[in-house]
C-alpha cells in the first residue's frame, strides 16, 4: 500500500464549478499535511497547510480527518488558473528531521 | 523562505555516464533532500543530505549509484552514476526551515535529465 494515496484524475470542470480532492495516508504517525501546487515543467509549491480544525484560504478550504486518516482540499469557484496537479503531502519522523512523503497528485483542468 | 539554485537546469547524457546535479542554497540549513519525479509521477525522496555526516538513502536507492556530497551547509551535490534510460527523470533538491518541525519545503526549479 502506498504511503499517501490520491485519486490521479483527471478532473476536467468548468470555470465557477466547485471541485474536491481526496487524499489518504497509511502511517498513523504522520504529523503534519500539505497541499503542494505543481504546474507543468515546475517545480512544487505550497498551496496551503492542513490543520485538524479545517482551514480556509479564500476560495480554497483544507479538511483533516485524523481518526479516518484522510485529508480532503475543496476549490470553489474554480479559476483557469487553478489548472495544475494537486500533491498532497504528509510528514513523519522525528522532530526537525521529518521528512515529506508525496502523493501522487491529482489533476484539475478548468475550461472555459 | 528560501532561493535554491539548482543546475544544470536540463541535460541529455549517453548511457554509461555519470551526470552531477549542483544545489545553492541561499542561507544555512541542516538538511537538504534531493528528489525524483518520474514521467507522469510523483515526488519520490531519494536520500535526506545532512551536512557533516552521510547521506540517508531512502528504501530503493543506494550511494554506489546516487552519491552525495554535503561539503557545507548551504550547498549539496547529487551525482546520478552509470546511467540508463531509466533514469531518464527530474531530480529536485529541497529543504525546510532549520530544524523546525512540521514546516513546508522549498524546492530548487529541478534538473531534467534524459539518457540516450
Same mark, same amino acid.
Request: glycine fraction near 6%; hydrophobic fraction near 35%; proline fraction near 5%.
Given at each position: 500500500?502506498?504511503?499517501?494515496? #490520491?485519486?490521479?484524475?483527471?478532473?476536467?470542470?468548468?470555470?465557477?464549478? $466547485?471541485?474536491?480532492?481526496?487524499? $489518504?495516508?497509511?502511517?498513523? %504517525?504522520?504529523?503534519?499535511?500539505?497541499?503542494?501546487?505543481?504546474?507543468?515543467?515546475?517545480?512544487?509549491?505550497?498551496?496551503?497547510?492542513?490543520?485538524?480544525? !479545517?482551514?480556509?484560504?479564500?476560495?480554497? $478550504? %483544507?479538511?483533516?480527518?485524523?481518526?479516518? #486518516?484522510?485529508?480532503?482540499?475543496?476549490?470553489?469557484?474554480?479559476?483557469?488558473?487553478?489548472?495544475? $496537479?494537486?500533491?498532497?503531502?504528509?510528514?513523519?519522523?522525528?522532530?526537525?528531521?521529518?521528512?515529506?512523503?508525496? !502523493?501522487?497528485?491529482?489533476?484539475? %483542468?478548468?475550461?472555459? | 523562505?528560501?532561493?535554491?539554485?539548482?543546475?544544470?537546469? @536540463?541535460? *541529455?547524457?549517453? @548511457?554509461?555516464?555519470?551526470?552531477?546535479?549542483?544545489? =545553492?542554497?541561499?542561507?544555512? &540549513?541542516?538538511?537538504?533532500?534531493?528528489? @525524483?519525479? =518520474?514521467?507522469?509521477?510523483?515526488?519520490?525522496? *531519494?536520500?535526506?543530505?545532512? =551536512?557533516?555526516?552521510?547521506?540517508?538513502?531512502?528504501?530503493?536507492? &543506494? *550511494?554506489?549509484?546516487?552519491?552525495? +556530497?554535503?561539503?557545507?551547509?548551504?550547498?549539496?551535490?547529487?551525482?546520478?552514476?552509470?546511467?540508463?534510460?531509466?533514469?531518464?527523470? *527530474?531530480?529536485?533538491? +529541497? &529543504?525546510?526551515?532549520?530544524?523546525?518541525?512540521?514546516?513546508?519545503?522549498?524546492?530548487? =526549479?529541478?534538473?531534467?535529465?534524459?539518457?540516450?
Amino acid at each position: 500500500r502506498k504511503e499517501v494515496e #490520491q485519486d490521479p484524475g483527471p478532473f476536467n470542470v468548468p470555470e465557477g464549478a $466547485t471541485v474536491a480532492f481526496n487524499c $489518504t495516508y497509511s502511517n498513523s %504517525a504522520s504529523q503534519s499535511f500539505f497541499w503542494y501546487r505543481q504546474d507543468c515543467r515546475k517545480e512544487p509549491k505550497l498551496l496551503m497547510s492542513v490543520y485538524s480544525s !479545517g482551514n480556509e484560504d479564500g476560495r480554497f $478550504t %483544507a479538511q483533516l480527518n485524523r481518526a479516518s #486518516q484522510y485529508i480532503s482540499l475543496l476549490i470553489r469557484d474554480s479559476k483557469l488558473s487553478d489548472s495544475a $496537479t494537486y500533491l498532497c503531502v504528509v510528514t513523519f519522523g522525528p522532530g526537525g528531521y521529518n521528512k515529506l512523503i508525496f !502523493g501522487a497528485g491529482t489533476r484539475l %483542468a478548468v475550461h472555459p | 523562505s528560501a532561493v535554491i539554485s539548482q543546475k544544470p537546469s @536540463r541535460d *541529455i547524457c549517453q @548511457r554509461g555516464t555519470s551526470l552531477t546535479i549542483q544545489c =545553492q542554497v541561499d542561507s544555512q &540549513v541542516t538538511m537538504m533532500f534531493w528528489y @525524483r519525479q =518520474q514521467p507522469g509521477q510523483s515526488l519520490t525522496l *531519494i536520500a535526506t543530505a545532512n =551536512q557533516g555526516s552521510e547521506a540517508t538513502y531512502e528504501s530503493g536507492f &543506494v *550511494i554506489d549509484k546516487f552519491p552525495i +556530497s554535503r561539503p557545507n551547509l548551504t550547498f549539496s551535490t547529487l551525482t546520478v552514476s552509470n546511467m540508463s534510460p531509466e533514469d531518464s527523470s *527530474i531530480y529536485l533538491c +529541497s &529543504v525546510k526551515q532549520d530544524l523546525v518541525p512540521n514546516t513546508e519545503a522549498f524546492f530548487g =526549479q529541478g534538473t531534467r535529465l534524459t539518457v540516450v
